[in-house]
């Protein structure tokens, strides 16, 4: 019964709220460890009780999970409760008055223009062939011209960058669109990707096969290069650059992009736009990044700060 419940919960975010569809695995991987963990306890969704949600909570802190984990986890409870009492099977909501373990406020991790110029040559050299060397490259001018998310990059149809576009729509979380703008060295590198690219296609198009929608096609399931393939292609561009691994993700390279920008004297309303932030709560955060930074230059090269 369990499962009958999440798996209506998910197709409800799905039609009703456009959920995106890697959030709609987090809620079914939580509900289903939720659901899991209650059926040892002889309990369900419909007969658990506030002392049971909480019990939970806190068999996931002795697990070690972060503190991120759990909110996430009690904001999928809380969220399935509500569809519950409006579907009628459950006439209350047991997690509603549950405070949640908060957020750590980290400052995001972000990298210099210095590093992302490492990055940018590494991924010139990097690949067996001119072709791998020629995708690497417009990957990363792409990335951070633009500070997609990495779903986003990987997924962008080639009918977006026909032309020479000066902006590309794309299609976000939740299907919502936008307009990014491409500096010249993007739509350079583009430009050499798009002559590799489509060359390879017409080359398979005489052979039968069907034409790919993307730009950065793949012979995988999903017709396009996959997130983790580009986790993996970071992080060797990371090494090669000289740079630490861990501190370079696809997201550093999305902060970069709107750290850079706010340095420049961006308007903190046009980053949102351009990241596709629904709030600008969620913006904010890099004007911490700056004065994090400020106090770092400060600490380090004021005379009267020197021991």
Not at 67 to 82: D, G, H, P, V
Not at 168 to 191: C, D, H, N
Not at 276 to 297: F, K, N, P, Q, S
Request: aromatic fraction near 6%.
């Amino acid at each position: 019964m369990d499962d009958a419940h999440i798996s209506a919960f998910l197709e409800a975010q799905a039609a009703e709220l456009g959920a995106a569809h890697n959030t709609l695995l987090a809620y079914g991987r939580d509900l289903r460890d939720v659901a899991d963990w209650l059926a040892a306890k002889d309990r369900s969704f419909e007969t658990a009780a506030r002392a049971d949600i909480e019990n939970y909570l806190v068999h996931c802190e002795a697990q070690g999970l972060a503190r991120a984990t759990r909110a996430r986890r009690l904001s999928a409870i809380k969220q399935l409760y509500r569809f519950g009492f409006e579907e009628g099977w459950r006439m209350d909501n047991p997690a509603i008055q549950i405070a949640g373990p908060g957020k750590e406020k980290r400052l995001p991790k972000t990298l210099s223009v210095d590093d992302v110029e490492q990055l940018l040559q590494a991924a010139e050299r990097h690949g067996r062939t001119a072709a791998d060397r020629a995708r690497n490259l417009c990957l990363m001018q792409v990335l951070y011209a633009t500070g997609l998310r990495v779903t986003e990059l990987v997924s962008l149809p080639v009918a977006a960058v026909r032309g020479d576009p000066r902006l590309i729509l794309v299609r976000g979380k939740g299907g919502k669109e936008r307009m990014v703008p491409l500096s010249p060295p993007a739509r350079e590198a583009l430009t050499a990707w798009l002559a590799i690219r489509d060359a390879a296609e017409e080359e398979a198009r005489l052979k039968g096969k069907p034409a790919s929608p993307f730009l950065f096609p793949s012979r995988g399931k999903a017709g396009h290069l996959t997130r983790h393939w580009f986790f993996n292609l970071i992080k060797a561009l990371a090494v090669e650059a000289g740079l630490t691994p861990a501190d370079v993700t696809p997201h550093t390279l999305r902060h970069a992009f709107a750290t850079h920008l706010l340095q420049n004297g961006a308007d903190l309303r046009a980053i949102q736009t351009l990241l596709g932030h629904a709030d600008v709560a969620t913006t904010e955060i890099y004007t911490h990044v700056l004065e994090e930074r400020l106090r770092e230059l400060v600490l380090e090269h004021h005379p009267l700060a020197r021991e």
